[in-house]
T-cell receptor, first 112, second 114 residues
């Protein structure tokens, strides 16, 4: 997979377009998934979550889709805004406690 | 503002030294987590505490230790520091440390080992 930082994959979108950020998770036993957004100089911020018994969950301007068959998670952002520019992480939770395992992260860059 | 407070925001020290990072969880949260974020490794889970007791351990080096105090704040101690320990260290908290709980992250401590 890609590394955070120098080798972080980047998605560039036009302001107003929809964004789709994809994530492949590793553990088929994972029960809970979260998307986090990290802006420069800040800690990860919760966006949306989904449990393994669901395929889709919608929030305000965001939708998360879960495909357990291929272990794939996606985050859709409608009408992307400049404020959406950040690094996005998917995280999975396996087991009895809430320790999260994070993916490598994807940079979303919004063009004005 | 997540409600999780980390101090200091920045720390510059030399190899071989020891530092302490401090975290105050959100009001009411009993579980605290420590994560390390570096350019090449992403966000790596170090350790979790629940109500003063260690609950889960991740990729935490033996040179590192942590504890959670009766008032629920937590400290991460890093000793015999090496250049490779330079990273962002995040603390997060959740209510009960159970599956399906959201983690709320602090703004992190940027550690630079020179």
């Amino acid at each position: 997979g890609e590394s955070v930082g120098l080798h972080l994959p980047t998605l560039s979108v036009q302001e107003g377009d929809n964004s789709i950020i994809n994530c492949a998770y590793s553990n088929s036993a994972s029960d809970y998934f979260i998307w986090y957004k990290q802006e420069s100089g800040k800690g990860p911020q919760f966006i949306i979550d989904i449990r393994s018994n669901m395929d889709k969950r919608q929030g305000q301007r965001v939708t998360v889709l879960l495909n357990k068959t291929v272990k794939h998670l996606s985050l859709q952002i409608a009408a992307t805004q400049p404020g959406d520019s950040a690094v996005y992480f998917c995280a999975e939770n396996t087991g009895a406690n809430s320790k999260l395992t994070f993916g490598k992260g994807i940079t979303l860059s919004v063009r004005p | 503002d997540s409600g999780v407070t980390q101090t200091p925001k920045h720390l510059i020290t030399a190899t071989g030294q020891r530092v302490t990072l401090r975290c105050s969880p959100r009001s009411g949260d009993l579980s605290v987590y420590w994560y390390q974020q570096s350019l090449d490794q992403g966000l790596q889970f170090l350790i979790q505490y629940y109500n003063g007791e260690e609950r889960a351990k991740g990729n935490i080096l033996e040179r590192f230790s942590a504890q959670q105090f009766p008032d629920l704040h937590s400290e991460l101690n890093l000793s015999s520091l090496e250049l490779g320990d330079s990273a962002l260290y995040f603390c997060a908290s959740s209510a009960l440390g159970r599956l399906g709980e959201k983690l709320f992250f602090g703004s992190g401590t940027q550690l630079s080992v020179l």
